[in-house]
Nanobody, 124 residues
Framework: QVQLVESGGGLVQPGGSLRLSCAAS????????IGWFRQAPGKEREGGAC??????RKYYADSVKGRFAIIEAKDTAFLLMNSLKPEDTAVYYC???????????????????WGQGTQVTVSS
């Protein structure tokens, strides 16, 4: 049973930083990669960043490019978030894709397993 467990969310002031972690376990076959998504109240879930396990390629949404970074170490993926803005407030989810997504890696429907989510609130 594949499990993804996120941690690291919390309350941060605008301009601050947070690091989210996503620990993956229970898989017996190699997977394509991990993605980070977010969902704000009343909005659809949107892709933020993803990383390919095989070649390390990374993809970012325009809304986070230059401020967020995704890295992977062993079976844990991290989302390093800098220069946070109030509009970054959302529940953040990590997700695992078995196969290479056709939509660039930021389409939620192309991921197979999801974590429970962690709240990030950016407010003064």
């Amino acid at each position: 049973q594949v499990q993804l467990v996120e941690s690291g969310g919390g309350l941060v002031q605008p301009g601050g930083s947070l690091r989210l972690s996503c620990a993956a376990s229970g898989f017996t076959l190699d997977y394509y990669g991990i993605g980070w998504f977010r969902q704000a109240p009343g909005k659809e879930r949107e892709g933020g960043a993803c990383i390919s396990r095989s070649d390390g390629r990374k993809y970012y949404a325009d809304s986070v490019k230059g401020r967020f970074a995704i890295i992977e170490a062993k079976d844990t993926a991290f989302l390093l978030m800098n220069s946070l803005k109030p509009e970054d407030t959302a529940v953040y989810y990590c997700a695992l894709a078995w196969h290479k997504p056709l939509g660039g890696g930021l389409v939620p429907a192309e991921y197979d397993y999801w974590g429970q989510g962690t709240q990030v609130t950016v407010s003064s």
